[in-house]
């Protein structure tokens, strides 16, 4: 049995991330559904912290919601006059959308909901600690993730070059 | 009540086919782009999730949530570099313009 | 006998084909000719050189103790070895027919390729299009020939027999661009092909029962104690006579497999020395250059016929009913071409027809020839006919492609009165018509007077029969004398020189075949040709009352023309009014042509082509197009697939997912 407070909470970040997940996609104003995937990210920061991942939940709203949301903000700056609506969608494609949509979501939440079995409470979990979450990062043996930590760095890298390479004026 | 992962995974899907609908119905590169973080940001969650609620012991999901954090930013840093590159030859972001490369 | 004259003799001109062929274009039209000439004298006189070793030498390879001639193979290579049985040889045959043939081909040959010299330029000595072509033709079409004559076996003897074909279509067609000569060409082509093709089946049947292509052991089947004489083993005569015993057993039809095959290797006879019903072809082959046609359809191609039947003519003797059908069909066209010949205007035809009736003589008189009567003097005759056929009949085409040359046209109502102007044409042409209508002592006398006495010694009836034709022959050549010659004064058309006789290229071989045809008659010719090669002295056995006989048919037939023909008068003109259906049946050819286009227009096209070509268009092509057509169908529909469009494509893919999903879980639950 959880505590009134925790349901208030879950209550309130489920709702902000569905809510505004659906306005972020059906806005008209791109800069409006930039912000509100801003609220959606912090929305499944949230849960990270409600799931005691207190580190993963600081990455999200660092790298999630203070790089890529404000990446996205210059970008559509840059391509966009202020006060520019996209165009509005047709009622087909939007009914298409929506269906294709609810058929997505039909199917997978039977699934979820039939075939896995998450009903249980939830498990008593000793919240990761600094240290190990920094031992498990940077340790090269089993279940400790020296490599991908090297590969994402040099993705980065590659990525940062090929950003530069891509958007330089000619 | 009793929150069991079924709670946090009901609004992660519903993040996941909001996301669905806004890539295959938005023509803004820009906002496409925006669903895909969606898509991206539910499955992070499910990872999250799972990994709390079915091996706690464990800490694999949090990890791939991780990487996958940091591979979404790399990702949204080249796609906007090409966005604002194709803005830059052709005026305009809508992703139906661009079929040049079809066939 | 040693091999080098022999291959020399065949691979001068093949060279010189490929020669002028692939490097005519770049020399002179004189080099050219002259090279082309050249290289034809030196195989006159290699041909020369052999033959008279051949006739003259007594070596024991070529004649032996008791005086006959033998089959001398000079040199046998393996071309093909398919398998151990079949394996087809390329050689050289030396026996008498092929020894003469060398030097009529050789002969004739040179005197075309000089004369086309002068022929193939017009008045003020330009030189035609395409004349290295022609010279390269005309070494292509003596290689073929000369290879026809010296064949060690019968397949050899096929493939240079459809070589001569080709290079006859080539020449025929050598004026290309003009459709009658095309479509000449085209016909000749088709109509000998569909003889070879007898040919082939004939020849197939024939090896098939006898196990060999070879001509030498083939010759040496049908007669007792000929082993000796053609050089093989009593074996394998023996062995051979054995298959034949059972191959004469097996009957299709009511007629045994030998006379099968005989029948159909006669066929491609029929067809390349045009005898009926495959005639059809050589009038209109009368569209290529006029030494072409004294070459190839007068003197030496079409009697390739009379040489097969020749050479096989041991065969032929064994079946009876071959040799009689032989007869017939030769009886029967030398009637026919001798009748149309009298009513044609166009004087290059009067002289095809003339040719196909001369030669139709000389398949009867094989057709006619037995052992037992005067040693096979049909076949001595023949051959002889051939040879003196093919002096003249050169003669007379070269003369008529002098006149043609000088007066531009073909039709002797241009001409009319040339005597005075052209007299050297005029001399030569008529010792032609003499030699022709048998007039003793030019060579036609001779040779046709043996004819008649083999078909008197067959039957009376043949006799008859080739005496009247003979003085048609007659008749028909000197209406063409008198009416090219004589008839009425040349009018020379305004703004042309009045004609003159031809420069000296042109006029040596005339004078020089003249010539020949004075003598030719005096070559005791069964001292050297005759059927197991013994010597046969026919002045022994002349027989004057035959001689005589045809003699004063010759020159009824003779007077008569004369009378009708030698100055302008309403003769003529009345004969055709009084039997204006004859005279209408002769000239159109008896209709032949008309039927055949009948037969294969309407019938053959209309029953068989015309379903077979819908049949190959609708079905077989229509199978192969829905084919691709389907395809591209297919790929029509799927390629929008690939719009570009990424939306579109995340369409796709999450209907994909969903029902990879929806069927999971139906499956699972």
Same mark, same amino acid.
């Given at each position: ?48 912290f409600m799931l005691d991942y207190e580190f993963l939940g600081a990455v999200q709203i660092a790298v999630y919601a203070g790089g890529i949301v404000v990446l996205f903000v210059f ?27 609810i058929a997505m979501l039909v199917v997978s939440g039977y699934a979820l909901i039939t075939r896995c079995n998450l009903f249980e409470a939830r498990p008593d979990m000793e919240a ?21 930590f090297e590969a994402v760095s040099v993705l980065l890298l590659a990525c940062i070059i090929g950003g530069v390479v891509i958007a330089r004026k000619r | 009540m009793e929150i069991t ?99 | ?122 008045? *003020?000595?330009?030189?035609? @299009? ?166 190839? *359809? &007068? ?74 009567? *005067? ?144 003598? &030719? ?88 082509? @015309? ?59």
């Amino acid at each position: 049995m959880e505590s009134l407070g925790s349901i208030i909470c879950y209550v309130v970040v489920a709702l902000a991330m569905i809510v505004f997940s659906v306005l972020a996609v059906t806005t008209r104003k791109i800069l409006r559904a930039a912000t509100y995937l801003l609220f959606t990210l912090f929305a499944a920061a949230a849960v990270y912290f409600m799931l005691d991942y207190e580190f993963l939940g600081a990455v999200q709203i660092a790298v999630y919601a203070g790089g890529i949301v404000v990446l996205f903000v210059f970008a559509i700056l840059l391509t966009s006059k202020p006060g520019d609506n996209s165009e509005k969608l047709t009622s087909k494609s939007k009914v298409l959308g929506l269906i294709g949509s609810i058929a997505m979501l039909v199917v997978s939440g039977y699934a979820l909901i039939t075939r896995c079995n998450l009903f249980e409470a939830r498990p008593d979990m000793e919240a990761p600690t600094m240290d190990r979450i920094g031992e498990t990062l940077m340790g090269t043996g089993a279940g400790q993730y020296l490599l991908p930590f090297e590969a994402v760095s040099v993705l980065l890298l590659a990525c940062i070059i090929g950003g530069v390479v891509i958007a330089r004026k000619r | 009540m009793e929150i069991t992962a079924i709670y946090y995974l009901i609004p992660s899907l519903i993040m996941f086919c909001c996301g669905v609908y806004g890539f295959i119905t938005r023509r803004n590169m820009i906002a496409m782009l925006v669903s895909l973080e969606l898509m991206l940001n539910a499955v992070d969650v499910n990872f999250v999730v799972f990994n709390r609620f079915l091996f706690p012991e464990q800490m694999e999901g949090m990890f791939f949530t991780l990487f996958a954090i940091a591979i979404a930013a790399a990702e949204t840093a080249v796609a906007i570099a090409i966005i604002i590159n194709i803005f830059r030859s052709t005026r305009n972001v809508d992703v139906r313009g661009l079929n040049e490369m079809k066939f | 006998m040693d091999s080098t004259l022999p291959l020399l003799i065949l691979t001068i001109p093949l060279f010189m084909f490929l020669f002028l062929g692939l490097l005519g274009g770049k020399m002179s039209h004189k080099l050219a000719g002259t090279l082309g000439t050249l290289g034809m004298g030196t195989v006159l006189v290699l041909a020369y050189t052999t033959a008279f070793t051949y006739f003259f030498s007594g070596s024991s390879e070529f004649v032996n103790a008791a005086g006959e001639r033998l089959q001398a193979v000079i040199f046998n290579q393996t071309w093909l070895a398919f398998t151990d049985k079949l394996v087809i040889k390329l050689g050289f045959l030396l026996d008498p027919i092929s020894a003469m043939m060398l030097v009529v081909i050789t002969t004739i040959s040179f005197m075309v390729h000089l004369y086309s010299l002068g022929y193939m330029r017009d008045h *003020h000595g330009v030189y035609e @299009r395409g004349f290295q072509r022609f010279y390269a033709f005309l070494s292509l079409f003596s290689f073929s020939m000369l290879g026809l004559v010296v064949a060690t076996n019968i397949f050899q003897m096929y493939i240079f027999w459809e070589l001569v074909g080709a290079s006859s279509y080539l020449l025929i067609g050598f004026y290309y661009t003009k459709p009658s000569a095309v479509s000449a060409s085209k016909k000749a082509f088709i109509v000998t092909r569909f003889a070879d093709l007898g040919f082939l089946i004939g020849i197939l049947i024939l090896s098939y029962y006898t196990g060999t292509f070879d001509f030498t052991a083939l010759t040496s089947i049908p007669v007792d104690g000929m082993a000796d004489v053609y050089q093989v083993s009593e074996q394998t005569a023996l062995n051979v006579k054995g298959i034949f015993d059972s191959a004469a057993a097996s009957t299709f039809m009511g007629a045994s497999v030998m006379t099968w095959a005989l029948v159909l290797i006669f066929m491609g006879g029929m067809g390349k020395s045009a005898m009926m019903p495959l005639h059809i072809w050589l009038p209109d082959a009368m569209e290529g250059p006029t030494p072409v046609s004294a070459l190839i *359809h &007068a003197a030496t191609m079409v009697v390739a016929g009379v040489y097969l039947v020749a050479r096989l003519f041991p065969l032929y003797l064994m079946e009876e009913s071959a040799l009689e059908i032989v007869t017939v069909v030769g009886a029967i066209t030398a009637f026919y071409a001798a009748m149309v010949a009298c009513t044609q205007i166009d004087i290059k035809r009067v002289l095809a027809f003339s040719t196909i009736s001369q030669i139709a003589f000389m398949m009867v008189s094989l057709g006619v020839a037995r052992p037992d009567f *005067h040693e096979g003097l049909g076949y001595m005759a023949s051959m002889f006919h051939l040879f003196t056929h093919a002096m003249f009949k050169a003669l007379l085409f070269l003369g008529a492609g002098a006149l043609i040359h000088a007066i531009g046209s073909n039709d002797y109502t241009a001409m009319h009165g040339l005597r005075k102007h052209m007299p050297i044409t005029h001399w030569t042409f008529l010792i032609g018509c003499l030699a022709i209508a048998g007039i003793i002592p030019f060579s036609g006398f001779f040779s046709k007077d043996e004819i008649l006495s083999s078909c008197l010694g067959y039957s009376w009836v043949a006799y008859l029969w080739m005496s009247m034709v003979a003085g048609l022959t007659a008749f028909y050549m000197f209406r063409l004398y008198y009416l090219i010659f004589w008839w009425k004064e040349h009018k020379t058309p305004e703004g042309h020189h009045a004609p003159h006789d031809q420069p000296w290229t042109m006029s040596l071989p005339l004078i020089i075949l003249a010539a020949i045809s004075c003598v &030719a008659g005096f070559i005791p010719f069964g001292k050297f040709v005759t059927w197991k090669g013994e010597s046969y002295d026919f002045m022994a056995h002349f027989d004057w009352s035959v001689a005589s006989v045809s003699l004063a048919v010759a020159i009824i037939a003779i007077a008569l023309a004369t009378v009708m023909y030698r100055k302008e008068n309403s003769l003529p003109e009345k004969f055709k009014n009084a039997l204006p259906n004859l005279w209408r049946w002769c000239h159109h050819r008896f209709y032949w042509d008309e039927l055949y286009q009948f037969i294969t227009h309407k019938i053959i096209f209309n029953c068989v082509s @015309r379903p077979i070509a819908w049949f190959d268009r609708h079905i077989i092509d229509g199978t192969m197009d829905s084919f691709a057509t389907m395809t591209n169908k297919a790929s029509e529909f799927i390629r929008p697939l690939q719009s570009g469009q990424i939306q579109y494509y995340v369409w796709i893919y999450l209907i994909g997912a969903l029902l990879l999903g929806g069927v999971t879980l139906i499956c699972l639950l």
